[in-house]
């Protein structure tokens, strides 16, 4: 049965530590997560950009698969599936859809539009249960065509973002999406302190958790992130271990790769990659 992300990100803030999200594109990765929550009994949060829904056949069918998994797999920890970096549009599918969580990601508007978007999408979540992040400062990179120069969010509008009801919130405090620069400067902690002076016990989100220092990811959890997204640092492990198999010439047989062979390093590679950040964030026997 899928939860709404509020409680356990309520419970991680109190408790100091992190639940991660880590993004699904597969029937592969999905199983890999949650297995590796489950055997670790830490809450874990699915992640579906708009891209991978459609490339999952939209997001009835990932529902399905997602609830079907935790049925037959027998997952009894609490397992989010949340719409990541959703626009007005895809929040409202994925509500209809059966989803559990969503984000809106409104930072690219300007701050009354995104109040206005947000406010809706908040009554609408609530009505049915559904927990609701929001952004304030684009995160840098690009992710599934969603791009953002990694400005840091100004205070003052996360509080007026928190205000409206949101259950945690994204702001932009210098991360990236996908590799981070040899000239990144880093985490702006000053910013990141003063958001939650700002918004209190409001659980606070970093987007862009592939290779930011393990420090820095304590340092952060200390002042009050209790969600850290991975998707990049899953599809590198993954496509490595694909390709050293691949090249190993295993399974060829002149027919060509069993493609249950052939995926099954990348899910290895996945299970530990998200046990990994499991240990990291310290969400591990918190279920």
């Known amino acids: 049965m899928l939860v709404s992300a509020t409680e356990m990100l309520k419970k991680a803030k109190a408790g100091k530590y992190a639940v991660g999200q880590f993004n699904i594109n597969n029937l592969e990765w999905t199983k890999?997560?949650?297995?590796?929550?489950?055997?670790?009994?830490s809450p874990v949060i699915l992640g579906v950009s708009e891209g991978a829904g459609k490339y999952m056949a939209g997001y009835p069918t990932v529902v399905g698969m997602v609830t079907g998994m935790i049925k037959s797999l027998n997952i009894t920890v609490p397992v989010?599936?949340?719409?990541?970096?959703?626009?007005?549009?895809?929040?409202?599918k994925c509500i209809e859809a059966g989803f559990s969580s969503v984000m809106f990601d409104g930072s690219h508007y300007a701050i009354e539009e995104n109040v206005a978007k947000t406010t809706e999408l908040v009554k609408l979540c609530h009505e049915k249960g559904i927990s609701i992040e929001a952004e304030v400062g684009s995160i840098g990179g690009e992710e599934d065509g969603v791009v953002g120069a990694g400005e840091c969010a100004d205070p003052n509008e996360c509080k007026m973002i928190a205000d409206l009801g949101v259950d945690f919130l994204a702001a932009g405090i210098g991360n990236i999406h996908g590799k981070y620069p040899e000239n990144w400067k880093g985490l702006s902690f000053e910013t990141l302190d003063a958001v939650q002076q700002k918004t209190g016990d409001l659980p606070l989100v970093l987007h862009g958790g592939t290779g930011i220092p393990a420090e820095m990811?304590?340092?952060?959890?200390?002042?009050?992130?209790?969600?850290?997204?991975?998707?990049?640092?899953?599809?590198?492990?993954?496509?490595?271990?694909t390709r050293k198999y691949i090249e190993a010439g295993k399974d060829l047989e002149g027919k060509g790769f069993d493609p249950r062979k052939l995926l099954a390093p990348g899910f290895e590679a996945i299970k530990a990659t998200v046990k990994e950040k499991m240990e990291l964030f310290g969400s591990i026997g918190k279920a």
């Open 32 to 41: 890999a997560i949650l297995l590796t929550a489950q055997e670790n009994n």
């Open 80 to 92: 989010a599936l949340h719409l990541d970096h959703g626009s007005f549009d895809g929040c409202l």
């Open 217 to 241: 990811i304590q340092k952060a959890i200390s002042l009050g992130v209790a969600k850290i997204n991975v998707n990049t640092e899953c599809q590198l492990s993954f496509a490595e271990a």
